[in-house]
Nanobody
Framework: QVHLEESGGGSVQAGGSLRLSCVASGYTHSSNCMGWFRQAPGKEREAVAAIYNGGGSTYYHDSVKGRFTISKDNAKNTLYLQMNSLKPEDTAMYYC????????????????????WGQGTQVTVSS
């Protein structure tokens, strides 16, 4: 059974950093398309970052460009999201997601592209 487990969330002050991890079990993250999404209270879930095109391309939401970096470690079957210069508006539950093995995504920021999802890790940024 496929299972994605996020970790690394926590509470930090504005300007701080966190590194989220997502370990896959019973599944190997596809280098074709992997992503991070977040959902804040009262808001819809949105794409934060994605890595696709065999790992050669990345997508970032405009609000996190220059602050967040998505990466992966194939040996550890783990997806990461390095978050720097955190802002209160980054407060949300963060989810990792992956597409089916061998599948390429045409819209990496599209939630519909992803088959596998973790249960989330909470990130809280105070001012």
């Amino acid at each position: 059974q496929v299972h994605l487990e996020e970790s690394g969330g926590g509470s930090v002050q504005a300007g701080g950093s966190l590194r989220l991890s997502c370990v896959a079990s019973g599944y190997t993250h596809s280098s074709n398309c992997m992503g991070w999404f977040r959902q804040a209270p009262g808001k819809e879930r949105e794409a934060v970052a994605a890595i696709y095109n065999g790992g050669g391309s990345t997508y970032y939401h405009d609000s996190v460009k220059g602050r967040f970096t998505i990466s992966k470690d194939n040996a550890k079957n783990t997806l990461y999201l390095q978050m720097n210069s955190l802002k209160p508006e980054d407060t949300a539950m963060y989810y990792c997601a992956g597409v089916r093995e061998g599948v390429y995504c045409f819209e990496p920021q599209g939630e519909y592209e992803y088959k596998h999802w973790g249960q989330g890790t909470q990130v809280t940024v105070s001012s």
